[in-house]
């Protein structure tokens, strides 16, 4: 029986993937989250306590990490600050967490000789035109556009220094945009169901143009799963489903899913330095480790996103007002 320490569980992905975790497999689980704003101590409830332990705790702390780390088989490193426009009005805690907090994780997989894997996202190769024929593999240079992403993409590299110099056991995968239960009302999809369950419109950045590659967060746990079993030492897997949609698009989707008139949106102020459009080619992970997603039916996972959040407004409810108030304070809603 594997004992596996993730990171980050009390967020959104993390959460998502230890109770995959959980129900497919029989490994015991730790559980290290600093329950910043993104993260939700209640996002575990109902999951089996005898194989699951929560610690409060930062990954930059070094002791806590050394303690944890030495009591694990496996790392699987989901914490961080995640969403792009905070890291436009305050982008230290990006360098800290995400920066800082890997090298962290990385020197006590070191110490131990732990296997590790290491979250990323697609948005450390920056973007591509909308009719560009290539997509993102892993051969694509990065490029990254903002503090977020490149606190991801300078971890990412923190990693492949760590395999390479000091023979760390890690592997990395970089996945597009993820959708589903738990996720906070700061990011795109949440932020619309919730708007309309309010009463109130979907926002749109700009002229709503912008393309995201979109996969349900059941496949992305999947996925992680099996790169963390069967992945190559060293190696980099690109995690996708094939889901290109404009933002347009989506949010026309949630209104008709909702039953509201398809254009019952706002244009809102554009993102600074908004990526135009992301695309995973994710035939290696397809066809090294034998990955396929089960979730690709963007319409039905969208209506069953939207029963979730109907069914559970106490989880989202207390974070609505302040997000909406930080999106007010620039112009974005
Ligand atoms: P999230 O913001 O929902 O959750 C992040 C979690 O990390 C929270 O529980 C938070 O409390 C915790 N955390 C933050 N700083 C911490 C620290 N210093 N120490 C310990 N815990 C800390 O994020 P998410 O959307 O679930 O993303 C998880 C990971 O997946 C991130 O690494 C992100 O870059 C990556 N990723 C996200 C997406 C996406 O679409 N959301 C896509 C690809 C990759
Ligand atoms: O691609 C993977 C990345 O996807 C992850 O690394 C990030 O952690 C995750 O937050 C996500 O980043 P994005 O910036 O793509 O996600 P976000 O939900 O913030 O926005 C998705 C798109 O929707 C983007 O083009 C901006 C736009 N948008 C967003 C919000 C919140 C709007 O048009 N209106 C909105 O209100």
């Given at each position: 029986m594997s004992r596996f320490l993730v990171t980050g569980a009390a967020g959104f992905i993390g959460s998502n993937f230890v109770r995959h975790l959980l129900t497919t497999t029989d490994a015991r689980v730790t559980v290290l989250d600093k329950l910043?704003?993104?993260?939700?101590?209640?996002?575990l409830d109902g999951l089996p306590d005898d194989r699951l332990t929560f610690v409060h705790g930062d990954i930059c702390d070094a002791e806590v990490v050394d303690r944890l780390v030495a009591a694990s088989d496996v790392v699987v490193h989901f914490a961080a600050e995640s969403h792009n426009d905070n890291s436009l009005s305050e982008p230290w805690p990006f360098v800290e967490t995400n920066i800082v907090g890997t090298y962290t994780l990385l020197e006590a997989v070191r110490r131990y000789d732990t296997r590790y894997h290491h979250i990323s996202t697609d948005e450390v190769f920056g973007d591509l035109e909308l009719d560009d024929p290539e997509r993102f593999s892993e051969d694509t240079p990065y490029n990254p556009s903002s503090p977020y992403s490149s606190t991801k993409a300078g971890s990412d590299l923190l990693v492949r220094a760590?395999?390479?110099?000091f023979g760390v056991r890690a592997t990395i995968s970089n996945c597009s945009n993820n959708y589903g239960p738990f996720q906070h009302v700061e990011?795109?999809?949440?932020?619309?169901i919730t708007n309309v369950l309010d009463g109130g419109r979907p926002k749109l950045y700009g002229q709503g143009r912008n393309v995201r590659d979109w996969i349900h967060v059941e496949d992305h746990s999947s996925a992680v799963l099996r790169i963390a079993e069967r992945g190559e030492i060293g190696a980099t897997y690109l995690i996708g489903a094939d889901g290109e949609q404009n933002n347009r698009d989506v949010v026309e989707l949630v209104l008709e899913l909702m039953g509201r008139p398809r254009d019952a949106y706002d244009l809102v102020t554009d993102r600074a330095g908004h990526d135009l459009r992301y695309?995973?080619?994710s035939t290696r992970l397809r066809t090294e480790l034998g990955w396929q997603p089960r979730f690709a039916d963007f319409r039905a996972g969208l209506a069953d996103t939207i029963d979730w959040y109907r069914a559970n407004e106490g989880w989202w409810r207390g974070q609505k007002a302040a997000t909406e108030?930080?999106?007010?304070a620039v112009g974005q809603a």
């Open positions: 910043t704003y993104a993260g939700d101590r209640r996002t760590w395999v390479r110099s990011k795109f999809i949440p932020r619309q695309a995973i080619d108030a930080k999106y007010a």
